[in-house]
Nanobody
Framework: VQLVESGVGLVHSWGSLRLSCVVSGFTLDYSTITWFRQAPGKEREGVLCVDRINSATVYADSVRGRFTASSDKPKNTAYLQMNSLKPEDTAVYYC???????????????????WGQGTQVTVSS
């Protein structure tokens, strides 16, 4: 089982960036993908969850209306589209799965998830 994020980026404020999460060893037909992020000196926070029918649950109010999540099941790839980026969005972004077929109302404890290695997103002002 593996999750690999890509889309390392340095963008200016108000720019856009799309992160990808390629999974192997399991299928997105039955598992959700949750995006987390961790900014320097802060705790990891849940951002968005996307389920097998591309219904997304927003966990972080600060990204509502700016970030969307989707998945392409034939490609075994999930995406995090980030628009109108702000310097406070600077963080390491992770994709993860908790093996559920529906997104939970709130993120679960970290131990419930299998994680990717993370990818750095830096937004300059």
């Amino acid at each position: 089982v593996q999750l690999v994020e890509s889309g390392v980026g340095l963008v200016h404020s108000w720019g856009s960036l799309r992160l990808s999460c390629v999974v192997s060893g399991f299928t997105l037909d039955y598992s959700t993908i949750t995006w987390f992020r961790q900014a320097p000196g802060k705790e990891r926070e849940g951002v968005l969850c996307v389920d097998r029918i591309n219904s997304a649950t927003v966990y972080a109010d600060s990204v509502r209306g700016r970030f969307t999540a989707s998945s392409d099941k034939p490609k075994n790839t999930a995406y995090l589209q980030m628009n109108s980026l702000k310097p406070e969005d600077t963080a390491v972004y992770y994709c993860a799965t908790n093996w559920n077929n529906r997104c939970t109302a709130t993120p679960q404890e970290a131990g419930f998830y299998t994680w990717g290695q993370g990818t750095q997103v830096t937004v300059s002002s």
